[in-house]
């Protein structure tokens, strides 16, 4: 003999069967905040490395101050590709100027 799925269910395996489904999408939810917080943290973290990257080639790189700007004039293109614009206050402030003690 083969039994027909009942046309009612009773209000027991109602209750069951909904617990089920939120249990399913709690832990799907679940799933996809980790996901997102472990691409956050990855973003981060690139984001970091980056920053670190670039302050540790500014500290590596040696700087020198052009005084003369007709210097720019004379340099060769292959030079001139080299050189980069850069904020010089803060370096000037760095290493004062020495100046010899005026004497009476």
Known sequence: ??????LRT????K???RQ?????????RQ???????????KK???????KRRLENERKAEIVQVIRNPLKLKRAKKKQL?????RDTL??????PVRRKAATD
Do not use: P
């Open 31 to 41: 799933l996809q905040e980790g996901k997102q917080r472990e691409r956050e943290e």
């Open 81 to 85: 590709r080299r050189v980069e614009k």
């Open 44 to 50: 981060r973290r690139r984001e970091e490395n980056l």
């Open 1 to 6: 003999m083969i039994q027909d799925k009942a």
């Open 10 to 13: 009773s209000w027991a395996r």
């Open 15 to 17: 209750m069951k069967e």
């Open 20 to 28: 089920e489904r939120k249990l399913v999408r709690d832990l799907a």
């Open 90 to 95: 803060a370096l000037l402030q760095k290493t």
